[in-house]
T-cell receptor
Framework: DAGVIQSPRHEVTEMGQEVTLRCKPISGHNSLFWYRQTMMRGLELLIYFNNNVPIDDSGMPEDRFSAKMPNASFSTLKIQPSEPRDSAVYFC????WGPGQPQHFGDGTRLSIL | QQPVQSPQAVILREGEDAVINCSSSKALYSVHWYRQKHGEAPIFLMILLKGGEQKGHDKISASFNEKKQQSSLYLTASQLSYSGTYFCGTEAYSGAGSYQLTFGKGTKLSVIP
């Protein structure tokens, strides 16, 4: 079975540019999570969706960040405009909805903003 | 609120045992454990549910003390492949019928020959 698929794996861009990260969750999973990982702050939850609906976006750092899930098999995380402090590894994870469900992570996108 | 993991790092020789602890100030529904190798995604190891039994597979097991909101991960007879960063995730009710998983900062485990 295919796992969570993220693209691109690596992204290097200049400050001020728009960045779009993509995620395809595991088929059948109805919860999707976006995380950011840095050395300083560890693994932070940015936003999560249940059945394509955003439930909690309190972790989104600022209005420059936005996330969408137009259907059950695709989600995007957009940063516009990007800043050097946005450099991090961004992970997407999916699970079945409800407590006690393990989350399955994609391989992540390593984002560098110059 | 982020759970607290200890120790932050540990170095073991092959065959030695280790314990990683995770504690939370919240009333927990479950505790998740993940392992992440450098440059890779976190991989799910196990979940301990409130009221559930101690879990384990192979030489890795874990326990959950509901009264103290603490969990421990036990690695016995460590192997080189156990090296990585171990994260606990604590799951608590966040309102409106939802539960949220919050990860600790991780424990870096290095197993040397």
């Amino acid at each position: 079975d295919a796992g969570v698929i993220q693209s691109p794996r690596h992204e290097v861009t200049e400050m001020g540019q728009e960045v779009t990260l993509r995620c395809k969750p595991i088929s059948g999973h109805n919860s999707l999570f976006w995380y950011r990982q840095t050395m300083m702050r560890g693994l932070e939850l940015l936003i999560y969706f249940n059945n394509n609906v955003p439930i909690d976006d309190s972790g989104m750092p600022e209005d420059r960040f936005s996330a969408k899930m137009p259907n059950a098999s695709f989600s995007t995380l957009k940063i516009q405009p990007s800043e050097p402090r946005d450099s991090a590894v961004y992970f997407c994870a999916s699970s079945f909805w409800g407590p006690g469900q393990p989350q399955h992570f994609g391989d992540g996108t390593r984002l560098s903003i110059l | 609120q982020q759970p607290v993991q200890s120790p932050q790092a540990v170095i073991l020789r092959e065959g030695e045992d280790a314990v990683i602890n995770c504690s939370s100030s919240k009333a927990l529904y479950s505790v998740h454990w993940y392992r992440q190798k450098h440059g890779e995604a976190p991989i799910f190891l196990m979940i301990l549910l409130k009221g559930g039994e101690q879990k384990g597979h192979d030489k890795i097991s874990a326990s959950f003390n509901e009264k103290k909101q603490q969990s421990s991960l036990y690695l016995t007879a460590s192997q080189l492949s156990y090296s990585g960063t171990y994260f606990c995730g604590t799951e608590a009710y966040s309102g409106a019928g939802s539960y949220q998983l919050t990860f600790g900062k991780g424990t870096k485990l290095s197993v040397i020959p």
